[in-house]
């Protein structure tokens, strides 16, 4: 879980390949719903919540309360909302944290995705 050290030591890293992903979101001009999951201060929910329907998921409560976004949620368990949520987003976007997910958790997010 990311608190205020964890944040401060690897920022650059939270905030690396930002304009990238929004370039890539961009090509996809039918996605009208967007899930960001390990969304971080939810700066990519930020960028679309005036032209998608957009939701940030996190397990970080620092974060949470860092962050100005308002559809951001925090919740421990990602593969548990996952799979509560299935086909419900358009597009699935996860840019630092599927690291954190242990290997039989990431096969369940990435069977879900297929």
Partial sequence: MVNKEYFDKYRDEFESGLD???ETINSYKDMISIVDLGCGLGELI???KGTHRVLGVDNSTYLK?????KS???????????SMF???FDLVVNRNSFDYLTNDD??????WSS
């Fill in 20 to 22: 990238e992903a929004i």
């Fill in 46 to 48: 930020q960028h679309f």
């Fill in 65 to 69: 309360n860092k962050s100005e976004v």
């Fill in 72 to 82: 951001l949620i925090v919740l421990e368990d990602i593969v548990k909302f996952v």
């Fill in 86 to 88: 299935n086909n419900y």
């Fill in 106 to 111: 990431l096969h369940k997010v990435l069977a």
